[in-house]
């Protein structure tokens, strides 16, 4: 409820429209490129991936993007690629997101990875505190 005057104009009311559908990429890579890349793959296949494979999940504090590379590297540069572009379907995204891994430079993912390197130090120095850029 909003209290105003009796002669005050009456607030525009605005058209809503359907907000875009969210998909989900999962993506694990190196230095090298992409290792592995799913749309829609969900939590609990994650974990039983990881666990397949033996690899270990680094601990760090919680709400610290600059240590997670996928985060600080990655995702930036992926949604700029896809700033403006509508989709007709959720197919025509999933070929667009494949398109733009496959065409990234390995020297792309190799900076991302080297740079981690920096930033845990940084975690180190601040005893595991949150890491500002």
């Known amino acids: 409820m909003t209290w105003?005057?009796?002669s005050s104009p009456?607030?525009?009311k605005f058209k809503v429209q359907r907000s875009a559908a969210k998909v989900m990429a999962t993506v694990f890579w190196n230095a090298k490129g992409v290792i592995l890349l799913d749309i829609l793959l969900q939590a609990n296949l994650t974990q039983q991936w990881l666990q397949r494979y033996g690899w270990e999940i680094l601990?760090?504090?919680a709400?610290?993007?600059d240590l997670a590379p996928s985060d600080f590297h990655l995702f930036g540069p992926l949604k700029r690629h896809l700033g403006g572009?509508?989709?007709e379907t959720e197919d025509d995204l999933i070929s667009e997101l494949r398109n733009w891994f496959d065409n990234l430079d390995v020297d792309f993912f190799r900076v991302g990875i080297n740079s981690l390197l920096s930033r845990w130090q940084k975690c180190i120095d601040l005893h595991g505190d949150y890491v500002e850029k």
Do not use: V
């Open 4 to 6: 105003k005057h009796p």
């Open 10 to 12: 009456f607030a525009k």
């Open 59 to 61: 601990p760090h504090p």
């Open 63 to 65: 709400h610290s993007p």
């Open 85 to 87: 572009m509508a989709f």
